[in-house]
């Protein structure tokens, strides 16, 4: 069965340095997608990045990086001159096939803390 | 302009009530689907609908119900098997042809 993994409960890091959130998946699948969102405490989901599973470039958004390395399933965001209002949950997920739904599974989340 | 619209922000149940929760999209979207978020976790589906007048279970389905007479509107109802007390329910869309995927703001349902 697909799943994600972020195995960073929460991170701190201080403002204008840059900072690596992880993220690993598990599929069979040949194409898939994988996505990050942020989650302020307001509850709305906003679409980072994308990156699909094809893609040779790793994409980038603007101060958001993802870090794609197929071979070890792992798709690390980086965002780079942290910002005060980069303080929220960060959540992976991936997108199963169309004929498979389409649906999006979703890891535990990363609580980032930016510091002044 | 074109999004998702999620209502009410804010919901109270009492217990074996039943309530309906809505969503509404005007992006022409083929596809809807209804997560819940329970405090501190990632999200799990609850129902998906790839077209009109049909839709599919996803992880947690027990206790909620759905239907899909319109393709703009996607109604999550919580029925009074749902025990579960607090969470947050996020509904998103997107189309078949590409990887858009536009989330509500959500609902916050709270047991009372």
């Known amino acids: 069965a697909q799943k994600i993994t972020q195995t960073q409960p929460g991170m701190f890091v201080q403002e204008k340095e840059a900072v690596t959130l992880d993220c690993t998946y598990d599929t069979s699948d040949q194409s898939y997608g994988l996505f990050w969102y942020k989650q302020p405490s307001s509850g709305e989901m906003i679409f980072l990045i994308y990156q699909g599973s094809y893609d040779e470039q790793n994409a980038t958004e603007g101060r958001y990086s993802l870090n794609f390395q197929k071979a070890r399933k792992s798709a690390n965001l980086v965002i780079s001159a942290s910002q005060l209002g980069d303080s929220a949950m960060y959540f992976c997920a991936m997108r199963e096939g169309w004929s498979q739904g389409g649906k999006l599974i979703f890891g535990q989340g990363t609580e980032l803390s930016v510091k002044p | 302009d074109g999004g998702i619209t999620q209502s009410p922000k804010y919901l109270f149940r009492k217990e074996g009530q039943n309530v309906t929760l809505s969503c509404e999209q005007n992006?022409?979207?083929?596809?809807m689907y209804w997560y819940r978020q329970d405090p501190g976790q990632g999200l799990r589906l609850i129902y998906y609908?790839?077209?009109?007048?049909?839709?599919q279970k996803g992880d947690i389905a027990e206790g909620y119900s759905v239907s899909r007479e319109k393709k703009e509107s996607f109604p999550l109802t919580v029925t009074s098997a749902q025990k579960n007390p607090t969470a947050f329910f996020l509904c998103d869309c997107r189309s078949g042809i590409n990887y858009g995927y536009t989330f509500g703001s959500g609902t916050r349902l709270t047991v009372v």
């Open positions: 609908s790839q077209i009109v007048n049909d839709f």
């Open positions: 992006l022409n979207h083929d596809a």
